[in-house]
């Protein structure tokens, strides 16, 4: 990456400056006006340090009793208040820094946050997405540094031009002397950090796994697989080999980078003595003042450290700056199931939903996946019906599912509702006329109520509605064993949480279905934790409670399949027959086959 390239990546500052406005107009204007005033003050006590020198050097010429203390007194008094303002300036600019990149960076959490959650799952399963995600991610806080870092560099530019001033009054080629004594030092600096940003962007992946890694190797979700397949030495092997790696590449950078730093220095430092020598020069030649010397030399001084800050600190916000690109980066990825565009008209959602919805010729491929998961599926959902899948692993089941709920697109075919193609709803609202359960549902980390109130979120508060969903769903006897009953924290993660058993959770998992209230339930194997009593009861309320509702089944359970008004075999993602459970029996195809198959199993 070349100095251009830095350059260039400066032109999200104006985009990140704003955002920082954003976050507190009064907490920004107040630390911008704060450095002003601080910038200035470099100068100002360079020169009162001058007039004091002046007027020591003035008395001692003078008679001693002539020699009245009183201005000098006063002078110093002016250094010191002005010495006490300097610290107090640049503790309250430090405190309104952190308290605004505290505040920026919770903004930028939950930035981050609203924005995945609108991409699309599709772009969840992309693994360049998760390196963006996780770059954008990591930057949150040293985001708030890089403000800090912008701030302090206007900060120091202010006092430069002042400083600066001073010099060129005196003599202009001082200025370009010190400026040759610092360039190295930024070129060097620029070429270190380039390098430091290329290794740690190329280790991305890398990082991930690390993270991984750490992950399984110690949570409460693994720990059992961990323990039984004997896993952390394989897990700890792999961390070392490549933390390992990681550290030597690193270390050769920082070794590098300490050895040229020291060479730079030394350059710095012979400026500054030069110009040190000219002035002193001048001084005892009569043509500058003690006062002036001291002025003129703690200038240079000042300078070519405030230079050097400057310098250093431009590749730091240019650093800062290509991490933005990544941070912007990721909001420029865009969901590509939305509201059809303005202009185009959304079509209001059917309430009721009058004839169903058709498949048309529709395929489906993953993303990075060669084979199609579903490919010329047309079938008929009709409204009201109770319609079962039943396929084989991986025959493309819960991918019906997915596109009948919008989280992919087909890739080919399409898909009606009432006629219309899916994709003239708003997904919004689609989604809110559906409830999926899957069969890989969230064990989230709440209280036992709240789990249930998963399904209809708004509804978290309605105890009675959320008890109602337990009942139904079998979930209220599980409930009523726990210590704390609806309040109970469910899930190991926190404090006093309580583990439940598969087929307990799964009743939670139901339960949400019912708080939905949705025109179209989805319930993939829902009840395969479950056992035979629970299930059979299950279903029984199943059929009264989705009385007039459209709903799909998925299992791999004959003995719940049979219920279904139809059933739709799926074979290599295409139909293979669909029917009722006697016409499918009567035909003797692939149904009749897999039913005698378990039914057999029974006997
Ligand atoms: N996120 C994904 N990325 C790539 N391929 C996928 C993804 N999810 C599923 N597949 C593939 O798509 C095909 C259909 O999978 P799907 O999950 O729809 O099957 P299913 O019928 O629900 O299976 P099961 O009975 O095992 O639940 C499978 O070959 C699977 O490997």
Redesign the pocket.
């Known amino acids: 990456m070349s100095v251009r390239e830095r350059v260039s990546a400066l032109r999200h500052l104006p985009a990140f400056l704003k955002l920082i406005w954003q976050t507190s107009p009064t907490l920004t204007l107040s630390n911008i006006g704060l450095r002003l005033l601080r910038a200035a003050l470099p100068l100002a006590l360079l020169y009162v340090g001058r007039l004091i020198l002046d007027d020591v050097v003035a008395l001692t010429k003078l008679p001693p009793a002539g020699r009245a203390l009183g201005p000098v007194f006063g002078l110093v008094a002016l250094e010191f208040g002005l010495v006490l303002l300097t610290d107090a300036l640049g503790r309250a600019v430090a405190l309104l820094d952190s308290l605004l990149g505290d505040l920026f960076a919770n903004a930028s959490s939950v930035r981050l946050m609203r924005h995945a959650a609108e991409l699309d799952l599709d772009q969840f ?1 992309d693994s360049t997405f998760y390196d963006k995600l996780e770059r954008a991610r990591r930057q949150t806080l040293s985001r708030s540094v890089l403000m800090s870092q912008v701030l302090a560099q206007g900060q120091d530019a202010v006092t430069l031009v002042l400083l600066a001033g001073g010099l060129v009054a005196f003599q202009p080629w001082l200025l370009g002397l010190l400026l040759l004594a610092v360039v190295p030092a930024f070129l060097g600096e620029s070429h270190f950090n380039e390098r430091s940003y290329s290794l740690s962007h190329s280790w991305t992946p890398e990082r991930r796994e690390l993270d991984y890694l750490r992950q399984t190797g110690a949570s409460d979700e693994t720990a059992k697989e961990v323990k039984i397949f004997g896993l952390s030495d394989f897990l700890i092997n792999r961390f070392s080999t490549l933390s390992d790696q990681f550290y030597s590449q690193n270390k050769a950078l920082a070794l590098r980078r300490a050895g040229w730093g020291t060479v730079f220095a030394a350059i710095g430092a012979a400026g500054y003595y030069g110009a040190y020598l000219y002035i002193i020069k001048q001084a005892v030649g009569g043509a500058i003042s003690i006062g002036q010397l001291t002025f003129l030399a703690g200038s240079f001084a000042r300078l070519r450290a405030l230079l050097e800050g400057i310098l250093s600190r431009f590749s730091q916000v240019a650093d800062g700056a290509l991490y933005l690109q990544d941070f912007f980066d990721f909001f420029q990825i865009m969901p590509r199931i939305v509201r059809p565009m303005v202009g185009q008209a959304v079509r209001p959602f059917p309430r009721p939903i009058r004839q169903g919805f058709t498949f048309e010729e529709v395929g489906f491929k ?4 060669e ?1 199609w ?2 490919r010329h599926l047309s079938f008929e959902l009709r409204a009201g019906e109770k319609l079962a899948l039943v ?10 599912v ?1 596109l009948l709920a919008r989280l992919y697109d087909p890739s080919e075919g399409r898909i009606l509702l009432d006629g219309h193609d899916l994709r003239e709803y708003d997904p919004a609202e689609l989604r809110q006329e559906i409830g999926v359960i899957f ?1 890989d549902f969230v064990r989230f980390q709440l209280p036992a109520g709240q789990n249930l109130a998963v399904g209809r979120i708004e509804e978290r508060s309605n105890q009675p509605r959320i008890e109602q969903a337990a009942h139904q769903s079998l979930a209220d006897s599980v409930i009523a064993k726990l210590p704390l009953g609806y309040d109970q924290m469910i899930g190991r993660r926190f404090n006093g949480g309580v583990d439940l058993s598969g087929g307990e959770w799964q009743k939670i998992a139901l339960g949400r279905a019912y708080m939905r209230e949705a025109q179209l339930l989805i319930l ?2 829902p009840t395969a934790a479950l056992d035979a009593r629970a299930e059979y009861e299950v279903f029984e309320r199943f059929k009264e409670l989705t009385q007039g509702k459209t709903a799909v089944l ?1 299992s ?1 359970r004959f003995s719940t399949v049979r219920m279904a008004d139809r059933i739709l075999v ?1 074979e290599h ?1 295409r139909v293979q027959e669909i029917g009722s459970h006697e016409e499918l029996l009567a035909r003797g195809g692939r149904y009749a086959e897999l039913f005698q198959l378990q039914a057999a199993g029974y006997r």
């Not at 993953?366 to 996946?369: D, E, G, I, P, T």
């Not at 396929?391 to 019906?400: C, I, R, S, V």
């Open positions: 399963e993953y993303k990075n996946a084979k998961a579903l396929g084989e692993n991986g025959a493309g089941k819960t991918t019906l997915k069969q993939d194997e998925i791999h799926i993602g």
